[in-house]
C-alpha cells in the first residue's frame, strides 16, 4: 500500500528538485557511515536545540531523515529554515505524516526505510548532543563490529545510586540483583542510571532509547513494534530484547548527551499505569527466552506487588491523586489481560 496519501509534506533540503529520492531497495547493498532518523511530535523547541547540537559534531551524517507527526507546520517550517545554515548531514529529508504513518515506532519504521548506510541512530527530540556523542557511538560499533548490534550513549547527570526502593525490591524477589541495563525475568527492568559516569563500554541487555545506534540490518530485521501506538512505554525495551538475538548490546560510557525532558505530548496518568503493566506483560512475552509458567507466575507477583508499593506515594498529598489514576491504570490493564482484550 502507497504511503503517498499519509504523507502531508515532504522536502529534500539543498536541492531545488521537490521530487524526493526512492527509498533504497531491499537488495541496494548498504553503504559505510551513519544515518541519523529524528522522529519528533509537536516539540518544534526542543528540536531546534537538538539541531543545534548536531550541528557541533564532528561527525556530519550521510543522511538526516526527519519523520514529522505535528499536526501544525510549526516544525516544517523551522527545518525548511536551517537550509541557510550549516548543512546538518549530507543530505537531509524531512516528512510530515499523519494516518498509519503517527506514531513513534511507525515513524521509526518509516524512516528507516530512507537509511542508507550500515548505521542508523536514533535521538528523541528533546536530547542535546555533547561533542564527540555521534562519533563515539560510531568508533564502538566499529571496533566491536560483528558482536555488537546496538550502541546507547550515557546520559549525563543521570547517575543514581540504587535507592531504598529498589532495594526493597530486591529484598522481596521483585528482580533478583541490581545489575544496571538488566532485564528480570519478572518483566522488570533495571535502570541504567545506577551506572556511574564511565568512560567504558558496559554491556546489558537493552538500550534506553535516548540515544542509540544500531545497525541498519537489525533494525530492519527486528523492526519497532506498531502495537506500540502514539506516545508509548517500553517500546525501546521491546525493541532491544528482540534485537540482542542479533549481537550484544553496549553503553559507550564516551558518548555523552543531555536529556531535556520535555512532557509535551505524554499520556494521562492512568494511561501511563495501563502502559506499565500491559506493555510491559507483551515485552516480556516476546523478548523473553524461554518464557515459561514460572516467569508469567514471577511477572503477576512482582507487578502485583509493586503496585500495592504504590501506597507509599499517598504521604505527599499532590501524588495522591496521580498515584489513584496510575494504580486505576494498572488494574484496567490486568483486568484486560486476564479477559484476553486488547489494549485501550
Not at 491523586?321 to 486476564?338: E, Q
Request: proline share 6%; charged share 25%; with cysteine.
Amino acid at each position: 500500500m502507497s504511503d503517498d496519501g499519509n504523507i502531508l509534506s515532504s522536502f529534500r533540503l539543498g536541492s531545488d528538485d521537490r521530487s524526493l529520492l526512492q527509498p533504497p531497495g531491499p537488495s541496494d547493498p548498504l553503504i559505510p557511515g551513519v544515518s541519523l532518523v529524528m522522529c519528533t511530535y509537536k516539540r518544534a523547541g526542543s528540536l531546534k536545540g537538538f539541531l543545534a547540537s548536531l550541528g557541533a559534531q564532528e561527525l556530519q551524517p550521510h543522511r538526516l531523515i526527519i519523520v514529522d507527526a505535528s499536526p501544525d507546520g510549526e516544525t516544517e517550517r523551522l527545518v525548511r529554515g536551517w537550509s541557510t545554515g550549516k548543512p546538518l548531514a549530507r543530505l537531509m529529508l524531512y516528512f510530515r505524516v499523519t494516518g498509519p504513518l503517527k506514531g513513534l515506532t511507525r515513524q521509526r519504521n518509516f524512516g528507516v526505510r530512507w537509511v542508507d548506510t550500515d548505521l542508523t541512530v536514533f535521538f528523541d527530540d528533546d536530547v542535546v548532543l555533547r561533542p564527540g556523542c555521534l562519533s563515539e557511538m560510531e568508533s564502538v560499533h566499529r571496533r566491536l563490529k560483528e558482536k555488537v548490534a546496538g550502541v546507547g550513549g550515557y546520559m549525563e547527570g543521570s547517575f543514581q545510586p540504587t535507592n531504598r526502593l529498589w532495594r526493597m525490591r530486591r529484598f522481596l524477589g521483585i528482580v533478583s540483583d541490581l545489575r544496571p541495563g538488566s532485564y528480570q525475568r519478572s518483566g522488570m527492568s533495571v535502570p541504567w542510571s545506577f551506572l556511574p559516569p564511565t568512560g567504558e563500554v558496559v554491556e546489558g541487555d537493552w538500550l534506553p532509547g535516548g540515544a542509540t545506534m544500531w545497525k541498519t540490518s537489525v533494525v530492519r530485521e527486528t523492526g519497532f513494534s506498531e502495537a506500540f501506538e502514539g506516545y508509548a512505554q517500553g517500546e525501546d525495551l521491546d525493541f532491544s530484547l528482540r534485537a540482542r538475538r542479533k549481537g550484544s548490546l553496549v553503553m559507550a560510557g564516551g558518548a555523552r548527551f543531555l536529556h531535556l525532558f520535555d512532557e509535551g505530548g505524554r499520556p494521562s496518568h492512568q494511561k501511563l499505569g495501563y502502559m506499565a503493566v500491559y506493555n510491559r506483560y507483551q515485552i516480556q512475552r516476546r523478548g523473553l527466552d524461554n518464557r515459561s509458567r514460572l516467569d508469567v507466575a514471577r511477572f503477576v507477583y512482582a507487578w502485583g506487588l509493586d503496585t500495592l508499593m504504590l501506597a507509599r506515594n499517598f504521604v505527599v498529598p499532590r501524588r495522591v491523586v496521580p498515584t489513584l489514576l496510575h494504580m486505576r491504570g494498572r488494574l484496567r490493564a490486568s483486568m484486560d489481560l486476564l479477559k484476553g482484550e486488547g489494549p485501550r
